[in-house]
């Protein structure tokens, strides 16, 4: 692989910080997932979750809910884990934008009114992961080293 590429995609300088958020986040994404998926946590799962996006004009639904749903509980896992952070956290930081323009705009701020603050603060949390990285408790470290990405005599997984 790449080695230009690799380093951009797994080397993070990023230290405890970028745990102790990418964690919670993952954690609130993959549960939301989880509940457009599954159904689990009271949601209504694929289905419910596929009629409701059509209801509002994301068709097909299902697709929709599918790839909302997808994006939130495995990219919260990737997140969690700090598997292909960058990533997961660019695909999700693009979920919440599509929420917040599809859903909660027209709604104002507050989330009382059904507003877009709590996608728009999941959207600044992933976004600053996808331009941060995973940090320096995560497997993309791991990855790092075995693809050969570590270079410049650093040890990625130490963050040194």
Do not use: C
Not at 60 to 73: H, K, V
Not at 142 to 149: K, M, S, T, V, Y
């Amino acid at each position: 692989m790449n080695t230009q590429f690799t380093q951009a995609l797994f080397h993070s300088r990023g230290g405890v910080a970028a745990l102790v958020l990418r964690v919670p986040v993952g954690l609130i994404l993959a549960a939301h997932g989880a509940q457009k998926l599954f159904g689990w946590f009271g949601g209504y799962g694929l289905e419910g979750t596929g009629q409701w996006l059509a209801s509002i004009g994301l068709a097909p639904g299902t697709l929709m809910a599918l790839l909302a749903g997808g994006a939130e509980f495995f990219g919260g896992l990737a997140l969690v884990l700090g598997l292909l952070a960058r990533p997961a956290a660019l695909v999700s930081a693009f979920t919440m934008l599509v929420a917040i323009f599809a859903v909660h705009i027209g709604n104002g701020l507050f989330m009382a009114n059904n507003g877009y603050e709590y996608a728009l603060t999941l959207f600044a949390a992933t976004a600053a992961l996808a331009i941060q990285g995973a940090g320096r408790f995560a497997l993309d470290n791991l990855l790092l080293e075995r693809l050969g990405g570590a270079g410049h005599g650093r040890s990625a997984a130490s963050g040194q």
